[in-house]
T-cell receptor
Framework: NAGVMQNPRHLVRRRGQEARLRCSPM?????VYWYRQLPEEGLKFMVY????????ESGMPKERFSAEFPKEGPSILRIQQVVRGDSAAYFC????????????FGPGTRLTVT | AQSVTQLDSQVPVFEEAPVELRCNYS??????LFWYVQYPNQGLQLLLK??????LVKSINGFEAEFNKSQTSFHLRKPSVHISDTAEYFC????????????FGRGTSLIVHP
């Protein structure tokens, strides 16, 4: 029974490149959440998606960041034209329908922008 | 808006000693409370939660937390820690009747020395 999968685990990008982070939720889960963790800070909510719908993107930066959760395949967090300040750990979590207070987290993707 | 304060960024303790990790929250409405643990290079795992009922909740590995409404606190305790408890601990709150998106504290690093 696989848990939440994220890949890649580590991603290095140069300034100006694009970063694509993938998240496969637990089997049977159709709610996905993305968080960003900066050093010595807690997790900051970015976006909440259900299949083919963005439910809440109040934590997403207005520019360069986008997320999707298609009918088939993993959820994708996309960062265009990365800058050094985007370096962080990005975590995905999933929950089962109906929406639950319990979220299951993936191992994270550590993005380093050089 | 709700907020979560974890007063200690680091708590060093010797093995077999008791420990308390503090968490206070602010909210004008009822909340649900959670403690998550993050081991190095891993995602967050739910340790315990308070939704309703008994204000004292316990985990399977000896941790417990008590919801104190008057003091708006949800401190985490363990009477005797092990080396393997070394990890980052995050307190989180979800507004009752609101979205399912938690607000996290900044985390407390528990360091258990032999």
């Amino acid at each position: 029974n696989a848990g939440v999968m994220q890949n890649p685990r580590h991603l290095v990008r140069r300034r100006g490149q694009e970063a694509r982070l993938r998240c496969s939720p637990m089997k049977g889960h159709s709610h996905v959440y993305w968080y960003r963790q900066l050093p010595e800070e807690g997790l900051k909510f970015m976006v909440y998606l259900q299949k083919e719908n963005i439910i809440d993107e109040s934590g997403m930066p207005k520019e360069r960041f986008s997320a999707e959760f298609p009918k088939e395949g993993p959820s994708i967090l996309r960062i265009q034209q990365v800058v050094r300040g985007d370096s962080a750990a990005y975590f995905c979590a999933s929950s089962s329908p109906p929406a639950s207070y319990e979220q299951y987290f993936g191992p994270g993707t550590r993005l380093t922008v050089t | 808006a709700q907020s979560v304060t974890q007063l200690d960024s680091q708590v060093p303790v010797f093995e077999e000693a008791p420990v308390e990790l503090r968490c206070n929250y602010s909210s004008s409405v009822s909340v649900y409370l959670f403690w998550y643990v993050q081991y190095p290079n891993q995602g967050l795992q739910l340790l315990l939660k308070y939704l309703s009922g008994s204000t004292l909740v316990k985990s399977i590995n000896g941790f417990e937390a008590e919801f104190n409404k008057s003091q708006t606190s949800f401190h985490l305790r363990k009477p005797s820690v092990h080396i393997s408890d070394t990890a980052e601990y995050f307190c989180a709150v979800i507004l009752s009747g609101g979205s399912y998106i938690p607000t996290f504290g900044r985390g407390t690093s528990l360091i258990v020395h032999p």
